[in-house]
């Protein structure tokens, strides 16, 4: 049977999201303030270096700690149905950054055509550092995994104004924001789909 939420769980990760959204404001306004502007004045050029570097901070380093639990415990026979906590969340960290992996390096790409390439790197490192904040917050609890959100949110931002600019300079105000009214559509309608009551899976046998 499917079990509901309790109200202490979800104020404690929307309680995460909140702080960890202040601190990702400030440490944009920070970076605004305090980064220099690199010497490199292509935003493609910056954008198709940090994704790389990204993906070194985060993804690299999600498979190297699996890869490094598996060396020094049983799970180093795969099938031998061996998991320890520690291994579970690496999984569970290496999975959700490369979907969320893929979602920045996109949005960076596009972002590269509107911005210039100091905001470029702002945004690698905030989603660097929450990516960070994801893993280490799902190691003290699952329900503190939620600090690493303003990461994912961010990456939406970027898609939505990529949107809107694209959809503006090709057809005008309005279709950049008939792109954005549709994402809002297909929001409303998962939100909808997550109310209504989901039927029960027969157990495998």
């Known amino acids: 049977m499917p ?12 309680a995460g999201i909140v702080v960890s959204s202040v601190f990702t404001l400030a440490l ?48 180093i026979d795969p099938l031998a149905g061996f998991e320890t906590h520690r291994l579970r969340v690496n999984f569970r960290n ?18 590269a055509l509107y911005a210039p390439s100091k905001i470029l790197i702002i945004v690698t490192i905030v989603w660097v550092v929450m990516r960070w904040a994801f893993w280490i917050g799902y190691h003290k609890s699952p329900l503190v995994r939620g600090i690493g959100a303003p990461g994912m949110m961010q990456s939406m931002i970027v898609l939505l104004y990529i949107a809107y600019r694209f959809g503006s300079d090709a057809y005008g105000r309005s279709a950049g924001i008939a792109l954005l009214m549709i994402f809002a559509g297909i929001e409303a309608l998962l939100f909808w789909a997550v109310k209504r009551p989901s039927p029960t899976m027969p157990a495998s046998s």
């Open 3 to 14: 079990v509901d939420v309790t109200p202490q769980q979800r104020r404690t990760t929307l």
């Open 94 to 111: 290496l999975s959700n950054t490369v979907e969320q992996f893929i979602v920045y390096a996109v949005g960076l790409v596009g972002l």
């Open 28 to 75: 944009w306004w920070a970076l605004l303030r305090f980064l220099p502007p690199p010497v490199i004045v292509q935003p493609l050029y910056t954008a198709f270096a940090c994704i790389p570097i990204a993906c070194l901070l985060t993804l690299v380093a999600s498979v190297e700690a699996v890869a490094h639990e598996r060396l020094v415990t049983a799970a």
